[in-house]
């Protein structure tokens, strides 16, 4: 079983540049979460996919932010015309939709650094 | 929207005895509560969860309490081992394990076993 993964890992930009994460879920799990961590602080929800919808995005940040699940299973964020307030851990959770709810499971994340 | 308090910021125990992690939410249409643990440079990892059906859940060393007049649920380890080190958080959620309103999580308790 492999667990949720994320691409990169790491990632210095300049301030400016567009920016895209990947995010793979655990396979067969219908709804995809991105969360942003900063520093000292839990993640915040940015948005969620069930299968390709996406059916929560108000919670993003600005319209610099886009997410997208073209087939319902990988997805990816972007950012565009980056700022160093957007220097941060992207995190990506998957989880399946069930009778009893779900667990969400989160991948290793991405760290952005805005230079 | 949902609000999670968490307390402490940063607790330190001798190995062996026991950790308290405490945590409030604000809606009352929260209905399921999980905790995560959060190593350096990882994503957080699902140690336990509880939903609002029932009052206390415990897997091994690791036990949940819920209070869901007080909206108050609790983290309780016992025997804390030196692996027990880490970033724990607490979340809230008012759909089952999260759906569109993802988790809101509190800010983290720095747990630190002492040896």
């Known amino acids: 079983d492999t667990g949720v993964s994320q691409d990169p890992r790491h990632k210095i930009t300049k301030r400016g540049q567009n920016v895209t994460f990947r995010c793979d879920p655990i396979?067969?799990?219908?709804?995809l979460y991105w969360y942003r961590q900063t520093l000292g602080q839990g993640p915040e929800f940015l948005t969620y996919?069930?299968?390709?919808?996406?059916?929560?995005k108000s919670r993003l940040l600005s319209d610099r932010f886009s997410a997208e699940r073209p087939k319902g299973s990988f997805s990816t964020l972007e950012i565009q015309r980056t700022e160093q307030g957007d220097s941060a851990m992207y995190l990506c959770?998957?989880?399946?939709?069930?009778?009893?709810?779900?667990?969400?499971?989160f991948g290793p994340g991405t760290r952005l650094l805005v230079l | 929207g949902e609000n999670v308090e968490q307390h402490p910021s940063t607790l330190s125990v001798q190995e062996g005895d026991s950790a308290v992690i405490k945590c409030t939410y604000s809606?009352?249409?929260?209905?399921?509560f999980p905790w995560y643990k959060q190593e350096l440079g990882k994503g957080p990892q699902l140690i336990i969860d509880?939903?609002?059906?029932?009052g206390e859940k415990k897997d091994q060393r690791i036990a949940v309490t819920l209070n869901k007049t007080a909206k108050h649920f609790s983290l309780h380890i016992t025997e804390t081992q030196p692996e027990d080190s880490a970033v724990y958080f607490c979340?809230?959620?008012?759909?089952?394990?999260?759906?569109?309103?993802?988790?809101?999580f509190g800010k983290g308790t720095h747990l630190i076993i002492q040896p």
């Open positions: 959770a998957s989880s399946l939709e069930g009778l009893e709810g779900e667990t969400q499971y």
């Open positions: 396979s067969e799990h219908n709804r």
């Open positions: 996919f069930q299968n390709e919808a996406q059916l929560e």
């Open positions: 809606d009352s249409a929260s209905n399921y």
């Open positions: 509880i939903r609002s059906n029932v």
């Open positions: 979340a809230a959620s008012k759909r089952r394990g999260g759906g569109a309103d993802g988790l809101t």
